[in-house]
């Protein structure tokens, strides 16, 4: 007789299965059910299912155990920060970290404050070569990151104290640093005369490298002086700093166009620099471009042309192609030629368009209207004349994962009449002068490979920065570039292994003068941010040369400086000071600071007083305190009102300077 | 002492309780008080007791008498009215405002010296009469005001920053209140918010005479080696009997507790005060067990904390007096002043 897993109750047949030891405490002894049955021939033909059933039940409970002991192990706490890390507090200051040559921002607009123009303009200068030029023209990295963006909207007016700093400047001639006497031997060579060569040319003649520069214009200067109009950047601020460097004892060649790589390093150079930029501008070609090739202008070329003066004159009605920055001063520039009819039109919708916002800004001030969502089909021409434009309507669609494409609509083509029409659609790299064949390697999109640490090509001798690098950038990367290009050809000029990347600079210093006393402004201005006085407009428009923003006048940039919070003063925490008071925690007026348990980074940023959210923003984790608790700190919407250090009986916090110097080759 | 302005900004995620106001609504002035104090911390609690009970300011009075805790009202509610009245008369003040409002919530801040120095006499009536207040008492053993003398409640054997010991035994205030029968009497430590908010939440909601005494160290003056009212020496002794969870009564109690362990206590306007209970021998409404742990307590140089009495049953004044519900103020002149034929019924009703 049959009965496995059968016993028998009140007469009926029951199913029985033992559970496991280790799964007792989830499933019980055993699991047992009613067969129903007073027949064992009943109960053993039912029985089957019934087991089955049980033993999966038991399967997966087994399962469930073994994955739960292995998804368990530790909680992988907090480590505590590590702040000798010269990035950890490099972060805090979001102004500084955010911009490519590392700026000491806010040491500057604290100098600016202090009416230091002189020594505002060269902490500038040391990083960024450009203060005056940068600070008419950047693209400002710096804004979007300034932590007033997270704690009151609009960020500090950077660069336009950046300007201040150069506007109200003394003479610099002494304070910036001479070539030495004797030169060391190496010759470079550098090819094309915008920011990047200029920075390395900075930066090695300081170190007694020959270094000459080829040019293809007349002048030095690159796209900042034959993409950037007048009425933005005067060509006396971008003489006198470009003549800085010049001056310095750059040997220049101008007029002189390389047109072989090849041919150009049989000559006698220790290491070539490539600054080349990406100076040719995209063609649009649909139907009817050649015909009407007399009015239609690559936009580059026509800012260079006015540039160096070889045009004074434009149709009454200008359409511009394209929604970037040279758009922007390609319609301004036909404006002051006497343009009167002046359009934008771009294929994205508005808010899509890659130009600055503010240059936009100033573009429609101008009352220069923008169409969007307006793709181009044709040039019409009458015998060989630009008459019009016709573009087809189109409207902006994603897709599930957020790719856009421009879907045409029902309108009927619009049509635009038109004397010229300046093409601003993009810049490409032209490298048809390098041939291929001389180990220089070229990688997608027909770019050459270049590391992006040291900036050395696949040819040991030729190192790139800014545009000719990566492709169309802003002046302050062609600055940071040339920087570390720099360092990277001093480096194999002097046989040095070129990936040892110097470190930075790095100074914390107590604002601890005495008690409640501290040595900088801790006061959080709460004034919005201020606009930038404007030129007339009618005057303005009138000439090419006449600069539309005034800049700050003393007052302002005084008020203006004053919004900045002082990210670089940073709050240091002294964990075997700290009597867990709570002091802190009380006084902190954005609730930044937060005394519990160590756990899993994503708990603890749950758990703080107010959660944590923006991963972007780290957390200062201290060591284990006396509780057994850690302080964390989110570093997110801290004002650095010094209000911790302020109301910590101990000292255990404290407010300090952090200076971060990027390296420097001659550093 | 702090000169810096403490900025308006407050973080943008900061939550809005259910009158719409932040935490930070419910700020006073910065404080003068020196950095680390404890009486700051207490400040920062009732700032967060306030918003998370979404009290209106304008429904609280905040009475003090003269010292360093006395001044703390200035740091907190700054929309509330207040009273700073005369060194330990904090509680004549309260009684007269009491009996002319009932509908006001009267916090009464004071400390050691105010309480039970100059002040005991009062504060011991306010209690024996249930006078309807939340009365903190900032205790930080010493005169912090007039550079840190032994104050009252300082413990036998403790010393001085200066090195004496202190000959005289202490007056243990929350002791003394239950066996004058206050109906809530608690003990914190200002460094414990987890432990403080709660139980003065639970205090602003009794109807009755609710005392805090409240370990507040001052950091100046009784912060040292030998202290036994310092951080750490608290830290070190200090013995929690229970654990407070109050619960408003539109809210469900979700924590969990141990079976066993859970008691629950309603309060007058019905919202229920959990507790659990983290000695097993004790029990927060056995007044006398309460009494006898306290004096075990002191003899083992432990610090009972956390609610260590309360009587749901307890009338306040008010209802022991029988006084009118309407605030004096809310009455015409007709009916404060009668005329002369309800005054002759009175008066004929005395014959």
Known sequence: MDTKYLFKRHNTYWVKVAVPKDLRKELGFDLRTSLHTHELSEAQKLREAVVEDFKSQIFAAKENLRQSNGKNPVKTFMPVTDTSDPQYYHKVVDCQYACPAHTPVPEYIRKISQNEYTEAYMINWESNVFPGILGRTCDRPCEPACRRTRTHEKPVAICRLKRVAADFKDDVSDLLPKAPKKCNGKKIALIGGGPASLTVARDLIVMGYECTLFEKDPQAGGLMRTNIPSFRLPEEVLDAEVDQILNMGLKTKFNSEITSLKDFLKEDFDAVFIGTGAPKGKDLNIEGRKDAEANIHIGIDFLTSIAFEHIDSIGKKVIVLGGGNTAMDCCRSSLRLGAEDVKVVVRSPFSQMKASEWEIEDAMEENIPILENHVPKKFIHESGRLTGMEFQKVEAVFDEKGNRSLVPTDEKPVILECDDVLVAIGQDNSFEWIERDIGLEFGEWDMPVVDPVTFQSTHPKVFFGGDAAWGPENIIWAAAHGHQAAISIHKFCQNEDINERPSPGTNLLSQKMGLHEWSYDNDISQAKRFLVPKADQDTALKSLKIEVEKGFDADLAMEEAQRCLNCDVQTVFSESLCIECDACVDICPTDCINFMFNAPENEVRQNTRIPALNIEQDLLVSKILPTKRTMFKDEDVCLHCGLCAERCPTGAWDMQTFLYEEAKVYS | ?351
Not at chain 2, 209 to 222: G, K, M, R, Y
């Open chain 2, 1 to 351: 002492m702090t000169y810096i302005v403490k900025p308006v900004n407050h973080h943008p995620n900061l939550e809005k309780n259910a009158l719409g106001l932040t935490r930070r609504d419910y700020e006073g002035t910065i404080s003068t008080l020196c950095a680390g104090c404890g009486h700051d911390s207490i400040s920062a609690a009732v700032i967060e007791a306030c918003y998370d009970l979404s009290l209106a300011s304008d429904q609280i009075a905040k009475l003090s008498g003269i010292g360093c805790s006395s001044k703390s009202p200035s740091y907190f509610l700054n929309q509330a009215h207040g009273f700073n009245s005369v060194h330990g008369r904090m509680p004549s003040v309260a009684t007269g405002a009491n009996l002319g409002n009932q509908d006001l919530m009267y916090l009464g801040v004071s400390g050691d010296g105010d309480t039970a120095g100059i002040g005991i006499g009062q504060f011991m009536h306010a209690a024996r009469r249930q006078l309807n207040i939340t009365y903190i008492v900032e205790n930080n053993g010493t005169y912090g005001l007039t550079k840190g003398q032994f104050s009252a409640t300082n413990d036998q054997g403790s010393k001085s920053k200066y090195g004496e010991e202190n000959v005289l035994a202490p007056i243990d205030l929350a002791a003394m209140a239950i066996q004058l029968g206050a109906g809530f009497v608690g003990r914190s430590f200002s460094g414990d918010k987890d432990q403080l908010v709660p139980l003065l939440k639970a205090a602003m909601k009794f109807k009755g005479f609710s005392l805090i005494d409240i370990i507040s160290p001052c950091v100046t003056f009784n912060n040292h080696v030998g202290s036994t009212k310092s951080y750490d020496y608290i830290r070190e002794h200090n013995e929690s009997v229970s654990s407070l969870d109050f619960v408003p009564i539109e809210q469900e109690i979700k924590t969990s507790y141990n079976k066993g362990s859970k008691v629950e206590v309603p309060l007058h306007d019905g919202a229920i005060l959990t507790l659990e209970k983290l000695s097993k021998k004790y029990n927060p409404l056995d007044k006398g067990l309460a009494v006898q742990s306290l004096n075990e307590a002191e003899k083992n140089g432990k610090v009972l904390t956390g609610l260590l009495y309360i009587n749901p049953e307890v009338k306040d004044h008010a209802e022991i007096l029988n006084i009118s519900d309407t605030p004096l103020n809310e009455f015409s002149d007709k009916e404060l002043c009668p005329g002369s034929d309800k005054l002759a019924k009175v008066n004929a009703s005395l014959n």
